[in-house]
């Protein structure tokens, strides 16, 4: 390097970082003077370039912010763009999955005559007339259906005006024509015309086709409006078409329509449905039980897993008497699911169906107090609470709580919920369970009386008062000492069914004819060998004999088909006190109060088990216990003797 030239430094442009070695080798070998000249050049370069990296740095670091969010914008914008893009995927698969789900009738604008149109009766106001008139058929049948008919609108998309650009096409009109592609609508269109000589006809089309016209006076467009309306309903919702022309009492017509049913079916499960309902309206509408009950069986043939079918099945043998095939029912009504529905998919047929069944399942394995606590969602409202109401206090006097069946029956009375044909029921119960007989005996007539006239076909009224209420009368009437009269009512019942066997077994066992008590707790027992109250009525019977172990064995018998009933525990329990072993009828008592806790009689006895097992004090509470409670006549007495 020669003595002119400036060595360059770090930062000043040239090469980075000298050489240490060198740079000392020429100042070593340099004059005083030259070494001093450059090392004050040197100290003022550094000074100069200190200077500018302090101007420098804050332009850098600015820079590199800017760049930092330049970056970022960029990021942002890249998801802006992912999001934006995403959305408007999100929105199309949307907008095409809610037009495959679209479905029920869209009325389109009728064509009507110049004359109409001037007079007010548009197109439009024709056409919202029929919407109006087919949205009140539709409500109206939901209200009696377990089934949801299907939307009803007009059709306004034509007043919406946002165009899609450069193509002239409305949202609407794209709207429109993804649900027509892709949906399950039907469209009603037709128009009104003039016939002259003051006649004007009406015709209404289903999807183009199926076309039918309407005449009538200019001065009944109304009357021809509704007409229209029924008969689009029933094309369009053929099922509750046949619920609506019942629930305004046209139970001919609607026979007439539910008799077409199997022939619109398409398959199995709309074929099972068909039968189901005309099951259904056989039964209420003819009362011909017989009839009904093949067409419910064809039904669960069809396709098992509709619960509709099993429904109807349930309440026609529950009708008869039939109380096996009635249980069997309420079993498979328990596996059913909401998803093998097709038909009820949309509304809460299938849990209404499972909460009567359960409630029937706990009536015919005498759980009555399980009952009596169920949750009621769908039973309990409406019209369905006036009786539900006052079934529970039903359930409260057969679980021996007289108390509570009356506080029961003063709240659905206070509450305006008064079954006709439940009340009755309700207080035959309260008067059995207090051993009042003859006004047991006036509230099963009444009961008779109200199922015969309040049933909507009398045939099916004379088949219900004959195998719900007679057993009912004949059982009050023997227990009175009427044997005469008992016998009258329960010889006109039928043969198989199970209250009416029961009630015969149990007169003659009044009576002492025991053989033929037996006989008929057998031939119970035969048709309907699950259920528990044969056993317990031929127990008590044998507890009469004094035939303890047999008694027990029946007691047995019952609690193993249904453990919760309480009445065959407590029977167990005395049967156990009579063979002296009152100390075994305890657990049997403790068991029973689980499912009956405010029978007298069941602390009464518990009271005696404790007493002979040495337990006094406990026996004490028992009867104090009893004493609180409801108690007939003959346990009063049987109370004072032993506390």
């Not at 006076?217 to 046949?242: C, H, K, M, T, W």
Request: aromatic share 8%; charged share 25%.
């Amino acid at each position: 390097m020669s003595e002119t030239e400036e060595p360059e430094v770090a930062g000043s442009g040239g090469p980075v970082g000298a050489d240490a070695a060198a740079l000392a080798l020429a100042l070593g070998s340099a004059s005083t003077a030259i070494a001093d000249e450059f090392l004050a050049q040197q100290t003022t370069l550094s000074r100069l370039q200190a200077e500018r990296c302090r101007h420098e740095i804050p332009f850098e670091h600015s820079h590199l912010r800017w760049r930092q969010f330049e970056d970022r914008m960029k990021g942002a914008t890249r998801l802006v763009l992912v999001a934006v893009g995403a959305l408007l995927l999100g929105a199309i698969g949307l907008a095409i999955w809610e037009a495959r789900q679209a479905e029920g009738l869209v009325v389109d604008a009728f064509s009507v005559p110049p004359a109409f149109a001037a007079s007010g009766v548009t197109a439009d106001v024709l056409a919202d007339d029929l919407t109006t008139r087919l949205a009140a058929i539709r409500d109206f049948a939901n209200d009696n259906s377990l089934a949801r008919s299907k939307d009803v609108r007009q059709d306004r998309d034509q007043d919406i005006k946002v165009e899609i650009p450069d193509t002239g096409i409305s949202l609407s009109q794209v709207w429109r024509y993804l649900r027509q592609w892709l949906g399950h609508e039907r469209r009603l269109g037709g128009n009104l015309r003039d016939l002259g000589g003051n006649r004007i006809a009406l015709t209404a089309a289903l999807d183009g086709d199926n076309a039918f016209t309407l005449s009538g006076r200019s001065d009944d467009l109304e009357g021809l409006e509704q007409q229209a309306a029924e008969q689009i309903f029933a094309r369009v919702d053929p099922v509750n078409y046949v619920l609506y022309l019942r629930g305004k009492g046209r139970s001919g017509e609607g026979l007439a329509a539910v008799a077409r049913l199997p022939l619109l079916a398409t398959n199995p499960t709309e074929l099972s449905e068909a039968y189901s309902l005309w099951a259904n309206a056989v039964h209420y509408g003819t009362g011909d039980l017989a009839l009904a009950g093949a067409r419910a069986r064809l039904a669960i043939q069809l396709d098992p897993k509709t619960a509709a079918s099993h429904m109807e099945f349930m309440g026609v043998a529950s009708a008869l008497g039939h109380d096996e095939d009635a249980l069997v029912q309420a079993r498979l009504i328990r596996g059913l699911r909401k998803e093998d529905e097709p038909v009820w998919r949309n509304s809460d047929g299938v849990a209404y169906v499972k909460e009567l069944a359960a409630f029937n399942l706990d009536l015919l394995t005498g759980d009555f107090l399980h009952a009596l606590s169920r949750p009621c969602q769908y039973l309990c409202v409406g019209v369905a609470s006036r009786s539900v109401d006052l079934q529970r206090a039903e359930y409260a006097a057969r679980t021996h709580d007289i108390g509570r069946s009356r506080l029961l029956t003063g709240e659905a009375a206070a509450a305006g919920a008064l079954d006709p044909v439940q009340l009755p029921r309700a207080r035959y119960f309260m008067n059995a369970a207090a051993a009042d007989w003859v006004a047991a005996a006036v509230s099963a007539r009444a009961y008779s009386a109200a199922i015969k006239a309040n049933r909507s076909a009398a045939r099916l009224g004379e088949v219900e008062a004959s195998t719900q209420a007679a057993p009912l009368l004949a059982t009050a009437l023997a227990r009175g000492g009427d044997f005469a009269a008992a016998h009258r009512t329960i010889d006109a019942t039928p043969a198989d069914c199970y209250p009416c066997l029961l009630a015969r077994g149990n007169i003659d066992a009044l009576e002492k004819n025991w053989d033929a008590a037996d006989s008929w707790f057998a031939r119970a027992v035969a048709v309907a060998p699950s259920i528990p109250f044969a056993h317990e009525d031929r127990g008590r019977s044998l507890l009469a004999r004094a035939r303890a172990d047999d008694a027990i064995a029946q007691f047995t018998l019952a609690n193993q088909k249904a453990p919760h009933f309480a009445d065959a525990l407590e029977g167990w329990g005395e049967a156990l006190m009579a063979k002296n072993q009152s100390h075994l009828a305890l657990a049997k008592f403790a068991e029973a109060e689980k499912y009956a806790p405010n029978w007298g009689r069941l602390h009464l006895k518990w009271g005696e088990a404790l007493f002979y097992s040495g337990r006094k004090d406990e026996a004490k509470a028992q009867f104090a216990r009893a004493a609180k409670l409801d108690l007939t006549l003959t346990e009063k007495a049987e109370w004072r003797r032993v506390s």
